[in-house]
Each structure stands twice: as structure tokens, then as C-alpha cells.
């Protein structure tokens, strides 16, 4: 018998005491209408659920569950020569998916962004022997508690060459990984939505609650940059397959500015 299961609408998983997904409650996400609704891998594998992976540059892929098993990232393995990261996590896994990351190496460790990204974080720690690392922070927002998930706030190496870093925001423990050898060597920031890509070329952004266009102040804003630009890298990939494939650190320096300019009210004379 099942001891799981996974919320429709995000896709985190559960154990079987929760009337309603936390996750979802929040006000950074939502209740689909109708309700609350649960599922089960088996019923996800019925509905013809599946993991495409994608290669985005050397010794990085990108995992991503159809039809959607959560709120629709894109999950990314990096693979490294001690062992392989999954960040941000499908909310679905099977047998396929097993083998095919198996030929890529594996997961050594798994870790979210934000809560919003744990997805089937046990599950695919179980199919790997990995460890999965939570923030802190956010531990509260685990729904499905195993030995192999452990509690980080300082800035670790969670694998040699990527480090993880809480620049907090989005959610309180909200992190990014930096990924030295990525880009060529030029390194890579796996952002999550701590920042994301936009459509305009050279632009991110930033957001307490995407779905809910719920913004940021001024001065998290500002911080949450100055922090990330205290890391190396020249490309940054977002949880939803947003790239900004060079001079990233920049991006994310003139989006800040700008943005903290409009929230503080600079521009309230042209609205
Ligand atoms: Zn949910």
C-alpha cells in the first residue's frame, strides 16, 4: 500500500495526514477550483506521465515531467566527476527515468531552490541512494520526511565544484547553486525563481509570488542581487527552462536596479 502521495496541483508529495497541500495554501501558490486534489505515481504512469530529458550543455540535462506531474519545471542534472546533482526535482519518477538517469551517472544529491521544487525529492533520493538537502528555513514545508533528507544554511559545496548558497527572497531559504566548470568554465548559476529569466534578452526578474504576481521590496531586491553577484558565473538557467545564456551577473545587476526603482515609486509619475 502507498505511505504517499503527491499533490495534482504542485506535485510535492505528502504523506497521508494532510487534508489540504500547505504548499498550495500559501499565498505564493494556489487552490485549483474544485479543490484540493491527490495523486499517486500509479495514476500518473496511467495518464501516460513520463520524464523527457534534454541535454543544455555539457554535463548538464534538463528533466522535465509530461503532461505536467508539478507546477512544470524543468528540473536539471548536473554531472560532475564525484557524483551528479539533481536540482529542483520532478514531481513524477518511474522506471525509464531511473534507467536513463542511471546511464548519465546517477544522483549523488538532490536539493530544491524552494519548496515549490521538492517535487518527488524522496522518491528519487530512494532510487539513488542520494542525500537530499533542505534549507533550514523552509524545513517546515517538507511534507514527507525520510532519513536521507538533511537540514543546510551556510554556503556549502554540495558536490566539489557546485555551491549552494541561500540568497532567500522568494522564500526565506530560497537558494542558488553555482556550478564553476559550467559555461565552458565561465560558470553557471541554477537559479530556481529565486531569479528567472524573462522574455527580453539580458533581463530576469524576481517575485515573492509568481502566479499570484506578488512583488518583492526594493531593498530584498537589491540584496538578493548584490548577493548573487558576490558568485562567479556568466550564464544563469531558471526552474522553468529560462536561460540567459551570457553576461548573466549583468542581467541580473541592471533587472535589480530597475526593479527596486519601479517598487520604490521612482517612476510613479509615468503610471
Ligand atoms: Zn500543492
Redesign the pocket.
Known amino acids: 500500500m502507498e505511505t504517499w502521495r503527491?499533490?495534482?496541483?504542485?506535485?510535492?508529495e505528502?504523506e497521508l495526514d494532510d487534508e489540504v497541500?500547505?504548499?498550495?495554501?500559501d499565498e505564493r501558490?494556489y487552490?485549483p477550483p474544485g479543490g484540493?486534489r491527490w495523486t499517486t505515481s500509479a495514476e500518473r504512469a496511467a495518464e501516460g506521465c513520463e520524464i523527457e530529458i534534454g541535454g543544455l550543455e555539457p554535463d548538464l540535462f534538463g528533466l522535465t515531467a509530461h503532461p505536467k506531474a508539478d507546477i512544470g519545471q524543468t528540473a536539471l542534472l548536473v554531472r560532475t566527476p564525484a557524483g551528479n546533482l539533481l536540482w529542483d526535482v520532478p514531481g513524477y519518477l518511474d522506471d525509464e527515468a531511473i534507467a536513463a538517469v542511471d546511464e548519465l551517472g546517477g544522483v549523488a544529491a538532490i536539493m530544491a531552490s524552494h519548496p515549490?521544487m521538492y517535487g518527488a525529492q524522496l522518491e528519487w533520493a530512494r532510487a539513488f541512494g542520494a542525500t537530499v538537502w533542505v534549507s533550514e528555513r523552509d524545513r517546515h514545508w517538507v511534507r514527507r520526511e525520510g532519513a536521507e533528507i538533511r537540514g543546510w544554511t551556510e554556503p556549502f559545496e554540495v558536490l566539489p565544484g557546485i555551491r549552494a548558497v541561500q540568497l532567500g527572497g522568494h522564500f526565506p531559504g530560497s537558494a542558488v547553486a553555482l556550478w564553476s566548470a559550467g559555461a565552458s568554465g565561465r560558470g553557471v548559476l541554477l537559479s530556481g525563481d529565486t531569479i528567472v529569466a524573462v522574455p527580453a534578452a539580458g533581463w530576469v526578474s524576481f517575485q515573492r509570488s509568481y502566479p499570484n504576481r506578488i512583488p518583492l521590496s526594493a531593498a530584498v531586491v537589491e540584496r538578493v542581487s548584490a548577493d548573487a553577484l558576490g558568485l562567479s558565473f556568466d550564464r544563469l538557467y531558471d526552474n522553468f527552462g529560462g536561460v540567459v545564456a551570457e553576461s548573466a551577473a549583468a542581467a541580473v545587476q541592471r533587472s535589480a536596479a530597475r526593479y527596486a526603482s519601479w517598487v520604490r515609486g521612482d517612476h510613479d509619475s509615468d503610471t
Not at 503527491?6 to 510535492?12: D, H, L, Q, W, Y
Not at 497541500?21 to 495554501?25: D, K, Q, S, T, V
Open positions: 503527491s499533490c495534482a496541483t504542485c506535485g510535492v505528502n497541500c500547505a504548499i498550495c495554501a501558490q487552490l484540493q515549490h
